[in-house]
């Protein structure tokens, strides 16, 4: 019984950081420009598919490619934010409108190009690391360092950073912000940017643990809606706690009761959190 | 010169129009599922039946009677979702006036759709593995691929002895499909003389790290991963490995060894034991996958080969019948056709016993165990037993 208690505490943790990775880009989105991105999961699988071919095709190093698949998303967002939802900007609902057209449109674009077979992304490293009776599976660590490296860098720049502080400016309240002298035109194509590429970089970290097809993006978009529901739109702590039990429930129901219950238990607690504080655990009234 | 040419061009067209006047169009639906989880089985189902079609195409279309028909085939995608599925019957059924259907591929799906196919005398060859799907009450469905029914009593008697099992551990899909392939594989392995424990998740998991934690816990031999789609027997694969599970792995059904290896890699799907529908040593199959890696640039499911030698069961059918309107008397044809000669070998119709209905095909089958990413038989079997 000591095994199962800890052992899924570990896999609660990893679980949750590999969550919190999926959905950072998400809240940060919405945070910003007050936009549902329903394409956030095509992103993650575009981000998949752009470090698969780095690496396979182009034999590049794989934080090589983790790197390109994230700038190179960076870009793409703006371009995105630019072309499409520049003139929906203060109306959420056509913008969601139109983030679920540009999911569609993603997503049927990657099946024409990469056909709906699954792709083999080599594994990093495979075997596991035992601490006494404790198991961790290489690559999920490796995957976990990495995400807490990313998310580390990304904290460093949000809090200290010029350009940090004008994001978070920007995400709590706009016209002030545009009145202190932060360029919202370069703000917004930027904060897109940076969500679009938080998705890539997770979707090219997350092949080789679960695989590359242009079906992938529907998980991570599935949990970043719960992780920002329980946490709060827009709420960046609130999302790191969401997370964080976001996976321990599941791995802790998963392994003592079963995978069905697991499911009802997350759905039943963000029924809950939506009744009693409909802003999130962490979210501020107004957002 | 006007008139001479007017002549020639009247008689051209004479002779240009006559035999397009007795070629005339059959159209064939396949209501697969293109996207989802179950793509590539879909994909694989509709590439055969387009093959098949290519094939009769070439030589002047498909000779019913004294007509020569061009076979068209029209693509849906259910998704892999009953309601989708029903509103693709529809369309196919009503609005394409379809008599003839490949697919689906998923059993919730072909429950959902066979009340629309059956009162309206459409045939179905469906992949769908529940047994639900084959009965007397339902007379214009048909199996052209074998299933968990008929498969895994041998094999597992086959794995559980000559691997020595006691204790297997199942992770199942929990819909119509991984429900039924839970009932049949749990009784093949208690009557091989194992016990097999299940564990059911929602089709659309990606990590099963707190599932297999419990298994190992549990300590058990082996882990069963049939009626998964082939990506998430991939993934689990994988996962197996990755939390330290040294058992053996076994696929008892459906042909997915080629995405399981892409998905999990070739390291952590090493020794996998899986089935296997093809003997490459068999001429026809090679030439076929060999033909359909060609012609698609991808690997072939062994699920392909089946659906190809079930669309021209049905073109035999066709022509012994002697129709394409009456879709009963193909239906009685198709059901009549006895040691028909497929690329997978002799194939016959079987489970009257079973089903109640000879729908389900017959065919060779193999144990195969995945070495260096390909796979090696190890033992051969028919409905009865593997050697």
């Known amino acids: ?287 | 010169m006007k008139k001479y040419m007017t002549a020639i061009l009247l008689i051209v067209a004479i002779f240009t129009t006559v035999p397009l006047a007795a070629q005339e169009t059959l159209k064939i639906g396949a209501l697969v599922t293109i996207s989802g989880a179950g793509a590539s089985w879909g994909q694989n189902m509709l590439r055969a039946a387009e093959m098949a079609a290519e094939d009769v195409n070439s030589k002047g279309g498909l000779k019913v009677g004294d007509t020569a028909y061009k076979v068209e085939i029209i693509p849906y995608d259910d998704g892999y979702k009953s309601n989708e599925a029903v509103t693709a019957a529809n369309r196919l059924v009503f609005e394409d006036k379809v008599k003839y259907i490949v697919g689906t591929v998923g059993s919730a799906p072909i429950l959902a759709i066979q009340p629309i196919t059956e009162k309206n005398g459409v045939i179905t060859l469906t992949l769908g593995f529940t047994s639900k799907a084959l009965m007397p009450e339902k007379p214009f469905t048909f199996r052209p691929n074998l299933t968990t029914g008929e498969i895994s009593q041998p094999q597992i008697d086959w794995i559980v002895k000559s691997q020595g099992l006691k204790t297997v551990g199942a992770l199942f899909p929990n819909d119509e499909t991984g429900q039924q392939i839970a009932k049949d594989v749990a009784k093949a392995y208690k009557k091989a003389g194992a016990v097999m424990t299940t564990e059911f998740f929602g089709r659309d998991r990606v990590d099963f790290i707190p599932l297999l934690t419990k298994l190992l816990a549990a300590g058990v031999d082996a882990i069963e991963l049939d009626g998964n789609s082939p990506v998430t027997a991939g993934q689990i694969v994988q996962q197996a490995r990755d939390v330290g599970f040294e058992g053996i792995i076994i696929r008892t059904g459906g042909p997915a060894t080629q995405d399981i290896i892409n998905v999990a890699g070739k390291a952590a799907a090493e020794g996998l034991f899986v089935h296997s529908g093809i003997d490459l040593a068999i001429p026809g199959v090679a030439a076929y996958q060999a033909r359909y890696e060609k012609t698609y640039n991808a690997k072939m499911n062994g699920f392909s080969p089946y659906f190809f030698d079930g669309v021209n069961m049905l073109f035999k059918a066709m022509q012994i019948a002697g129709t394409v309107e009456d879709s009963a008397a193909v239906r009685d044809a198709l059901a009549e056709i006895k040691d028909y000669p497929g690329v997978l070998g002799t194939l016959n119709w079987t489970g009257k016993e079973k089903y109640g209905i000879a729908h389900q095909i017959d065919a060779p089958f193999y144990v195969a165990r995945v070495k260096d990413g390909e796979e090696v038989i190890v033992a051969r079997c028919n409905v009865n037993v593997c050697k």
């Open chain 1, 1 to 287: 019984m000591g095994f199962l208690i800890s052992q899924s505490l570990v896999n609660g943790i990893i679980l949750g950081t590999l969550y919190l990775l999926m959905s950072i880009g998400f809240t940060l989105v919405f945070g910003i420009m007050r936009v549902v991105n329903f394409a956030h999961g095509e992103f993650y699988m575009l981000g998949a598919f752009a470090a698969f071919f780095m690496v396979t095709l182009f034999q590049l190093p794989y934080v090589v490619a983790l790197g390109l698949s994230f700038g190179g998303a960076i870009f793409l967002g703006a371009v995105i934010e630019r072309i499409v939802f520049r003139p929906f900007r203060g109306d959420e609902l056509s913008g969601m409108i139109a983030s679920i057209g540009l999911a569609m449109i993603l997503q049927n674009l990657a099946l024409i190009a990469f056909s709906p077979d699954p792709m083999a992304m080599p594994s990093l490293a495979s075997g596991a690391f035992r601490f006494g009776f404790l198991i961790v599976p290489k690559s999920r660590l490796l995957a976990l360092g990495a995400s807490a490296g990313i998310l580390s860098l990304f904290y460093l720049f949000l809090m200290y950073t010029r350009t940090g502080r004008a994001l978070r400016a920007l995400v709590q309240d706009q016209e002030i912000a545009a009145a202190y002298g932060v360029r919202i035109e370069l703000m917004y194509p930027l904060g897109f940017g940076l969500g679009v590429g938080l998705a890539a970089i997770a979707g090219a970290m997350m092949a080789p643990l679960f695989g590359v097809s242009p079906f992938i993006g529907e998980t991570p978009l599935l949990k970043a809606f719960i992780v920002v529901i329980l946490g709060g739109l827009g709420s960046i702590p609130g999302a790191v706690l969401a997370s964080l039990l976001l996976g321990l429930i599941e791995s802790f129901t998963s392994t003592f009761v079963s995978a069905s219950a697991a499911d009802i238990v997350v759905f039943a607690l963000v029924v809950v959190v939506l009744l009693i504080r409909p802003s999130g655990l962490l979210g501020q009234e107004d957002a």
